[in-house]
């Protein structure tokens, strides 16, 4: 609205703008002072006519004081001209357009002022339903979920209650979050909870949390979930290990949403394997086997295969067991070209790779593995043999490194196969 009243005129005196207007949005909607003036209103015919637009802009200044009729009829005279003359606002009417639709259009309205993403206006859309669901979240954000964000709280109830592949937060879904608050926290905290029995922790998941809703649709729906936390485990190890949710997120979780229901509510290892990308085959054990030092499904799966001892208040880091650099420098006589050739290419692969903690690694750094074995007394071998896989009976000089990788190869599928069910 304006106010076309000259005397009642509150501006801003510090706006860069030389000519200065008294607008503002009013939530008073059709009870507005009888000096001010709803904008929107100058798009109707009346003002748009030549015939009768004097007409129309006495009647709209009729209750403006004498002395600022003047005024008044300049301002409204000015609006018309802006917007029909030199049509400098434009408008577009838009019928049957959907929520996804008109966030997409705001965003890149909005684009020109402060950058807002679509999941921040998605809470915006929420917060207009549940006025205190930014307090109650940040309640629930704390501790192992606290570097979760909103979007797993959103994106959660869409799981739950709504449509995940939408996206669309409405006044249902809202209502739904609302009235089940304390049973959505029962199931994080439980959710926690059947994480610690497989010795896992949810504050690892909080950059890929997108692998949990699953598991808390279970355990939100089935009172029974703790018979299944083999499957859980297996799972969620498949669902890391296979990149589930590299591309494709939101159908996917519409998949395992439905898969769960025709499963009675349940996560089964059956249920796994009746869907391709989380299926174990011989071909995907492979892939995790060639995986590289610095990789993400490097990192998980060592982590994973080292899960019944690593401490979660120790920092661990992927090591090589043979030292990188030892395969630049001459090879062995007895050892062919093409062996060593064919080794220099295995050397980064997981088979050669442990997770040491960072202190460890450090008096480590480059040394031969089996002077780095030999440094040890009776139980610290005992104790890297086991939380190393280092087979058994098998020789850990580099002379003998193509029969050490394949031994320790072996044993890793056999782990592997083991976790993920």
Known sequence: MIELNKHKLTVDEEEYNSKKY???????????????????????????????REQAI??????????????????LQKLYEKIFVEKLVRYTEIHNMNQDDALEMFVRFNSGGKSLKKSEITMAILEAYWPSAKTEFGKVLVDSYKDFGSDFIVRSSL?????????????????????????FKTALNKLEDVLKDIKMEVSRFSGSWNVLLPVLYFIYYN???????????????????????????????????????????????DMLDQISDLRVTDGKIEDIINTEKGSRVAGEALYYLSIDWVNKNFKYEQDHLHPF???????????????????RGNRNRLPNLQLLEGRSNGSKNDMPLIDYYNDMND??????????????????????????????????????KKLLG
């Open 22 to 52: 008294d607008i503002k949005f009013s939530e008073k909607v059709g009870r507005l002072s009888p000096t001010q003036f709803e904008i929107r209103n100058i798009l109707n015919d009346k003002f748009r006519s030549d015939d009768i």
């Open 58 to 75: 006495e009647a709209a200044i009729v209750n403006v004081p004498s002395d600022s009729k003047e005024y008044a009829r300049n301002i």
């Open 159 to 183: 799981m739950l209650y709504g449509d995940v592949v939408k996206s669309n937060i409405n006044k249902q879904i809202a209502e739904d979050l609302k009235n089940n608050w304390n049973d």
């Open 223 to 269: 009172t029974n979930f703790k018979n299944n936390t083999d499957d859980i485990r297996a799972y969620l190890i498949r669902a890391v290990l296979f990149t589930y949710f590299q591309s494709g997120t939101t159908g996917k979780l519409q998949q395992m949403k439905s898969r769960i229901n025709d499963y009675n509510y349940e996560i089964t290892v």
């Open 325 to 343: 650099d030892r395969f630049d420098a001459t090879k062995p006589i007895a050892v062919s070209h093409e062996d060593w050739l064919l080794w």
């Open 379 to 416: 139980e610290q071998k005992e104790i890297f043999v086991k939380q190393a896989i280092i087979p058994k009976d098998t020789s850990l000089e580099i002379s003998k490194f193509g029969l050490f990788y394949e031994k320790r190869k072996a044993l890793l599928v056999e782990r592997l």
